[in-house]
């Protein structure tokens, strides 16, 4: 086994950075990154990770030769492009952009899932705005019932960005919000994450609070 040649800026708590976790497992590359552990606030920007990436997101990836890549959606591409296998991203057609679509849906729950967290987390109780919270577990329980309705014979067809992006968005739901419940509104996606949930990529990223 070779050392490392690339750097991911990560905290074993973020869904983005899990997406990347979780490629790397499955495309068999997890050796050639080193983990540098980031503890985030929206308020207090941690110093490496700003040297590296301004907006003081996670992840961001440091490539052999210096430059740094982000976000989530830019290193997947990356790393989808550095193994031999078969690509977790289409490289073209329909299928790439119907599969970016229903990672880009899962992404828009983890968005609003972490904004949600910050907001009751973070902010005093008497700056809360319901209505916005709300919109925001509306938006969830929106994208979800899409995903159940009508995506879920693509998520059980191959495990791909797709298909990481959901589990990894659900894994963050049941990480963050248990009381959403939302196996509850989602019976097949329900069987579907049970099922992916014990891939070896997904059990060796699960979040640990
Ligand atoms: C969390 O603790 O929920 C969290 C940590 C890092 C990124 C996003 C969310």
Known sequence: MSAPSMTLYHNTLSPFVRKVMVLLHETGQQDRVALQDCVLSPVSPDPALIADNPLSKIPALRLA??????DSRVILEYLDQQHVGNPLIPREGAA???????????DGIMDASVMVRYETVLRPVEKHWDEWLDAQRD???????VLEQDAIAELTSHFDVAAISVACALGYLDLRFPDLDWRAANPQLTNWYFEVSQRPSMVATMPKS
């Open 65 to 70: 030769d210096g430059n740094v890549i982000h």
């Open 96 to 106: 790439r952009w119907r599969r970016l679509t229903l990672a880009s849906m899962a």
């Open 139 to 145: 938006k969830i329980r929106r994208a979800l019932a």
